[in-house]
């Protein structure tokens, strides 16, 4: 499109029909109001199109026939739904359980049995209170306390992701102009690559999560929101107020993500607005009361209420949040630990930006690795990575004049999560941390659906067939990838054969490192009981336990475990004076990469309280 077409100011909403639609990409057309009217007669005037339209377009919508195709359409969407959550369960097994999943089931467990605000327990950075753990309890009162449950939750997590990461892409659009969004947005997102993806987004409680209740708010604001010229809705701004809340209360990472990028964009939009009405008032001539003085600039401000509204309830959103977890804390409830972030040496921003990329190829599924069958999908996969760089781009060059509100939100709140990220000390880690920006996958997979699904459907019939079946092969690919990852066998939780062993010599209670704990208390069924320790001093590790598993007067732990394996998730070894003030152990055991110590005596008398 010529650069001359963009819009540069804020439209005067007697255009705004015809030159900016409320979602998605200026239009091509700039026809005048009158033939905007006469369109939106049949198109409809509300944000999801006049009721004729939604059922069809003619008197033969209500009949039978169209009740049908309803009918049908519906069991459809939720049949492959349903088959999607089988497949993203599947996938979820192929990679090992751990401690910090077996942690929050044991937190949601307590919840289940009473305690409600966690007492005595010391969570992470994170709470996850008011996201996944109501789900955890509601998924532990219908099928139990078992290392699966953990792969339930995160097959059900993804999917929601997927579910409401295709509503927000259609946005205002229905019928045959809804479709190719809630396709390409799904096809991007539906086949999580094996490995770190699958860690990422389907079995790690990291904030993949948090994309639900976030895409809930921007759905809300799509549908609901008031476009320009139109009656803003008092409630909208309460209730987006309240969703932040609820969702900054689980997960700090939606001041990043969600408060920060709102405020922005408003930010953006209000000052247009006056940049806009300014003009206007010096090409009026100081004529009319946008002349006058000031009056032209509080005239700017109160139009555009709508994004100043937003912004002030973005603004509360964090206020009440904050005040939520004091009340939590002073009634009893969970510690948080600080959240750790440090920007770390300007030297190591390079390889931290290496890091970053290769985490952001295995969200979109697109990380080279594997066998050649799984190079090649990596290779498929690419292809949801440039649509999604070229949407950002297409935006981002575009920024201050484009339209859709909610394209505009996700763009600031990847670059945002990304940028703050690059020159931390969490990408110190490897591209496991990758959860620390999981939301840029869903995020950019609806942006590239609303940003390029008309342009893509507009084209000339005769390139469009050309173009179909490449996009007919590109979907086959991730299906097939899907398909392949399911395919794999399922893989056991973390230190089975430890939790086996012990338990076979009735070793029921004991300390050890932190990924050899609660895996394997969850995966033992309660047989055996690990408590972690850190290696340092054999102290209560107080990252997601609770002060009464180290009560020795109610509790008792007669053996040590330790770990030899590399690894991230296994590597375990005491400082050797620590061990030492223990005292000789009366049994030594050696199975695989383990060393179990055994004293006649109960260790937490030494290891301390918190």
Known sequence: MPRRDWPRTTPRSKDVVAAVPRSGTPERSSAPASAASSGSAQAGSGPGGSAQDTLGGDARSTGPAAIRRRVLASAAIVLAVALLFVAYLQVSRTY?????????????????????????????DVSFYTTELPQYVMLERFIGLHTDTAHVAAAMTYTLVVVFAALL??????????????????????????????????????????????????????????????????????????????????DPLALVVGIVPLIAVCAVRVARGITAARRRARQGGQGGQGGQGGGWLLDSVAAQRYEVSLAVAAILAEGLASLVNRLLRAGGGFLLHPVGYQLAPLGTWPKHAWVTGEGLLALFGAKPQGPATELVFALVHLAGVALVVWAICRVARHFVSWPDLISQILLVAMVLNVVLYVPSTLADATDLNAREFAVVLPFGAVLAARTLAEGLRAREPRPRKRLAPVLLAVLAGYAASLGYAAAQPSAPAANTQLGTFLAAHHLTSGIGGYWESSVVTVGSDGAVTIRAVGPARLQPDLWESKSSWYDPGSNRATFLVTDSASGFFNHWQPNPAALAAFGRPARTYHVGAYTIFVWDKNLLVQVGRP
């Open 96 to 124: 090992p359980e751990n401690s910090d999943e077996s942690n929050t089931l044991l937190m949601a467990w307590d919840m289940l049995h009473g305690n409600v605000l966690l007492h005595g327990w010391y969570l992470s």
């Open 169 to 250: 892409a259609r946005g205002s659009t229905s019928g045959r102009e809804a479709w190719p969004r809630m396709l390409l947005t799904t096809g991007i997102m539906f086949a999580p690559q094996l490995g770190v993806a699958v860690f990422v987004l389907l079995l790690s409680v990291g904030h993949i999560g948090t994309a639900v209740p976030l895409m809930l708010t921007w759905l809300l604001l799509d549908r609901f929101g008031a476009a320009d010229g139109a009656k803003l809705r008092w409630w909208v701004p309460v209730i987006v107020g309240l969703l932040l809340t609820w969702v900054l209360i689980a």
